[in-house]
């Protein structure tokens, strides 16, 4: 069984910075995939950005050049820095771990951007 945590949500203004991060417990191999998703209100959830156990990271447009995800591979943890956010940017931020074909989701941690 696996279990996922999330921190650091919160309201900030444009402009601001947030850090999210997402803590891995249980049978955690050590070759996965981590990634943060998101989902605003009447839409859909859509990708933020992943990072491999090796390192490689993709991130959504959106955030290219404002957000940038790690991931601590001692701790199971990754984290998403935030800068520059934007009203945009507002939703609920889910961690999403991929391992032997098996996506295990966190229980969402909200941000929210005011303008």
């Known amino acids: 069984q696996v279990q996922l945590v999330e921190s650091g949500g919160g309201l900030v203004q444009a402009g601001g910075s947030l850090r999210l991060s997402c803590a891995a417990s249980?049978?955690?191999?050590?070759?996965?995939?981590m990634s943060w998703y998101r989902q605003a209100p009447g839409k859909q959830r859509e990708l933020v950005a992943a990072v491999i156990s090796g390192g490689s990271t993709v991130y959504a447009d959106s955030v290219k050049g404002r957000f940038t995800i790690s991931r601590d591979n001692a701790k199971n943890t990754v984290y998403l820095q935030m800068n520059s956010l934007k009203p945009e940017d507002t939703g609920v931020y889910y961690c999403?771990?991929?391992?032997?074909?098996?996506?295990?989701w966190g229980q969402g941690t909200q941000v929210t951007v005011s303008s």
């Open positions: 249980g049978s955690i191999f050590s070759i996965n995939a």
């Open positions: 999403n771990l991929v391992q032997l074909r098996l996506n295990y």
